[in-house]
């Protein structure tokens, strides 16, 4: 386990003045995926039912995800009395599921698999540190800190597995990123769309992915500052076997950064 616990965090100086509504609402939607944790252990186990080290070492990550969702979930009720999160997230599990019965990774290899990790990883550290510099309410600043400092580590330890099964693997810089680039484009499929609507959706709605996709990204992209970009971009190049600090980081960060801010733009104009 990483060195804070729920009962570290200091709740005591709430301040609901600093609560943006906006970003409480993917707030509720982040806590459904990271609480869903324990699923992606049982997957991940499966997957490296072979390899005791990594199977320790996902059920302790898996831990780490579930206090994550827990202490934004906590957030997210002082934030807003009325929302139950235990109701959202068995919302959320009836209409989500994960392969629990793949014995085999979805990304063809286990060092495939533990590639991917590192794309999930990059994109969960800058999150929460463009989150954590976002908002002003103490409480969620610190949960913030906390939750970015344990995905930079878990990125640390699902690139030092990676780099151990790619001597047996034997994946090309071409096979990584087409994982990676495959693993990005999920970031667009039903979980978090899905999480967004179980979160924040009236219990008579009708779930479409593409709106509540649209709304959580609405809400997100506009957080992110260059720093954060370069850094997951450091970090996304880094997984493939690539430079991860010369030019074609600079590039990559000024295409990403135009990418977020355009469909800010988008997307506000859209009203989504």
């Not at 943006?20 to 499966?46: F, Q």
Request: hydrophobic share 40%; aromatic share 12%.
């Amino acid at each position: 386990m990483g060195n804070w616990t729920l009962e570290s965090i200091a709740w005591d100086r709430f301040d609901p003045s600093k609560v943006d509504p906006e970003i409480l609402r993917n707030i509720k939607a982040a806590a459904m995926v990271e609480r869903n944790g324990s699923d992606y252990a049982i997957y991940l186990s499966r997957v490296f039912a072979d390899d005791p080290k990594a199977v320790d070492d996902v059920g302790r990550w898996s831990l780490e995800e579930v206090q994550h969702g827990m202490a934004l979930g906590r957030w997210a009720q002082l934030a807003d009395p009325s929302w139950d999160f235990d109701a959202a997230f068995a919302r959320f599990r009836a209409g989500y599921q994960l392969p629990l019965d793949a014995t085999r990774s979805v990304r063809g290899s286990q060092a495939g698999e533990m590639m991917a990790r590192c794309i999930v990883e990059t994109g969960t550290s800058s999150y929460y540190s463009a989150l954590h510099d976002a908002t002003e309410e103490p409480v969620l600043k610190q949960i913030c800190e906390r939750i970015a400092g344990d995905e930079f580590r878990h990125y640390k330890l699902f690139y030092d597995h990676m780099q151990r099964l790619l001597e047996r693997d034997r994946l090309s810089t071409w096979q990584r990123l087409w994982i990676g680039w495959g693993r990005l484009a999920e970031s667009e499929d039903d979980e978090l769309a899905y999480a967004y609507f179980a979160a924040n959706e009236p219990a008579d709605a009708l779930y479409d992915r593409k709106k509540a996709g649209n709304s959580y990204a609405r809400r997100a992209y506009p957080l992110y500052r260059p720093f954060h970009v370069q850094r997951a971009m450091a970090m996304m190049l880094k997984a493939v076997g690539l430079n991860s600090t010369g030019r074609l980081n600079r590039v990559l960060t000024r295409l990403g950064l135009w990418f977020l801010r355009r469909r800010s733009s988008q997307l506000a104009a859209q009203g989504a």
